[in-house]
């Protein structure tokens, strides 16, 4: 198995863009998540959804973010616009059961915003 | 200003020696503990688990001991290798998320 996939790993973009992240996740996984990682505030969930559904998304910092996960192989996170304090490092996961499995990483996507 | 960042515990052993890495969680209603292992550049990796109903678990030359009453868990390396510097973290579960701590750089001298 490939494990979780991400793309792009790395992105540098300009304040106000916007910004997509994808990610596939491990087959068989009923379980995604999109984590952010900064030297500030550590390891941060910021949604997970359970057989393609958003299950808790309190962890997404603003309207500026959005995820969707259309089919069981394939996740977005986006955001719209991009500000500088978005700069960090974002991570996908995927487990099997729901949600309480062990979490498999990807390797993550660098975002920095200029 | 000066900005402010999260000031990882760190820890530097002697390879061969052990290493003992610990873990305060928060939620007493957790009850699924997961250590990881992240490298750099890397994504955070599995590296063992353990549930409320056990206090010690036993992986390749890793341990993992659970202390309920103090809300404490710490992971055991045995016979620390270089290919272990990296950052651990632990992360909680009380229902179907997953908490991470803030983590320890463990450092591994030749």
């Known amino acids: 198995d490939a494990g979780v996939i991400q793309s792009p790993r790395h992105e540098v973009t300009e304040m106000g863009q916007e910004v997509t992240l994808r990610c596939k996740p491990i087959?068989?996984?009923?379980?995604l998540f999109w984590y952010r990682q900064t030297m500030m505030r550590g390891l941060e969930l910021l949604i997970y959804f359970n057989n393609n559904v958003p299950i808790d998304d309190s962890g997404m910092p603003e309207d500026r973010f959005s995820a969707k996960m259309p089919n069981a192989s394939f996740s977005t996170l986006k955001i719209q616009p991009s500000e500088p304090r978005d700069s960090a490092v974002y991570f996908c996961?995927?487990?099997?059961?729901?949600?309480?499995?062990?979490?498999?990483f990807g390797p993550g996507t660098r975002l920095t915003v200029l | 200003g000066e900005s402010v960042g999260l000031h990882l515990p760190t820890l530097s052993v002697q390879e061969g020696d052990n290493s003992i890495i610990n873990c305060a969680y928060s939620?007493?209603?957790?009850?699924?503990f997961i250590w990881y292992k992240q490298e750099s550049g890397k994504g955070p990796q599995f590296i063992i688990d353990?549930?409320?109903?056990?206090d010690k678990r036993q992986g390749q030359r890793v341990t993992v001991l659970l202390n309920k009453t103090v809300k404490h868990l710490s992971l055991q390396i045995a016979a620390t290798q270089p290919g272990d510097s990296a950052v651990y973290f632990c992360a909680e579960s009380p229902g179907n998320q997953f908490y991470f701590g803030t983590g320890t750089s463990l450092t591994v001298i030749p």
């Open positions: 996961a995927s487990s099997f059961p729901r949600g309480r499995g062990t979490q498999y």
């Open positions: 353990i549930r409320s109903n056990m």
């Open positions: 087959s068989g996984h009923n379980s």
């Open positions: 939620n007493s209603a957790s009850d699924y």
